[in-house]
DNA sequence: GTATTTCTTGTATGAGTATACAATTTTTTA
DNA sequence: TAAAAAATTGTATACTCATACAAGAAATAC
């Protein structure tokens, strides 16, 4: 059982470090300094170990994805039904790990800058991509292929929407009334595709 | 008819500027010498009349407000039914002067930047509620009271999600489409509010 | 225990930027 | 047209920040 290296435990503290400094400031006016700070370390540690800021937004958006990737997994393993397979798609957005003030702050950001930072924009595209695929697929028993890319529009729109709320509100979101709306969007756009 | 003071019309100039300058390089990354240019003006100038990069920031977000506001108004105007006024407040959202590749862009940074900068967060606390009374009151003969608050939560999150998608998008986005997907979707939710 | 590599941090630098100020030009007024 | 007011812009300033660099500390290997 070798122990953890420094170099991944620093990793982990600056990544953990990114996301609370830049709920706190956003993502423009965020310093390496404020996030150095937050993480117990100094500037010159991050350049050390990520090269550069840019980089180290990259990262953490990265870490973020893996995140909302490990959600939807461990809720397709317990999907048994094609409904339960479209629903997990649907609430592993909103899973209690990832619907939280400090992701939906990052999210935020990351709209707002993926469109002026090409490595932002690759992470950004890539992810949307899975996402619709995934969604297309689990639609298909459900809603006719005219229909589809309608469907899956409304559903991705109104989820970003729903976290894109969660990071102006002041109160902290909850995952779990989050979930049972969504689902309740998600029978209704199967019961009757709007046209 | 006295002749426009110069006051005015460079105050339009420079809001004008300020959209492309925002759309093309971010809210918090733009100069004011990017904006300045942008409008054939310079950046002293821009201190001149709006006394410093962050009152230009949040009069050009009061313009796009008004705009909203305006086509609201006009859609009202030429509603009859309930149904009409509800779809009014709903279409509002995607009129062709209000949804297009420049404004979506300028939204998302607005949502990005408001958290962090109380004249910004102001407005955007002051439209969502003003939207919010709008839809609460359209939906009235619609949904029974304890739907009302899901429905035009669903709606809203609906809503600002296109607008995210579209700033997102390379190609740029179509107003009249936008506008059908979100009459069905509105239509659906009155027809079956979910639970 | 020495040598080597890895890690940390203080300091320096250089680029970039909002805006104050003052001088100048343009427009308006009388 | 003369005087006053409004508008414009060149320049200077004060500041922030990412990052390069180098010296030093800690960990690891041999």
Redo the contacts with the bound molecule.
Sequence with gaps: MG?R???DI?HEELIEGTIRAVQAKGFA??????I?HEAG?????????F????R?MEDTMRHLLRLLRAALLARYRAALTPEERLLAVVEANFADRLFTPAQCALWTQFWANAPHAPGLARLHRINRARVASHLDHELAPFVAPEHRATVRHVLQSYMDGVWLEAAQSSTPPNAATARAEARAVARLLLARPPA
Tied chains: 1, 2.
């Design positions: 122990r290296k420094i170099r620093r006016a965020v310093t390496m300094a404020d150095a370390s100094t500037a010159p540690s991050i350049t050390y170990y090269g550069s800021k840019d180290l």
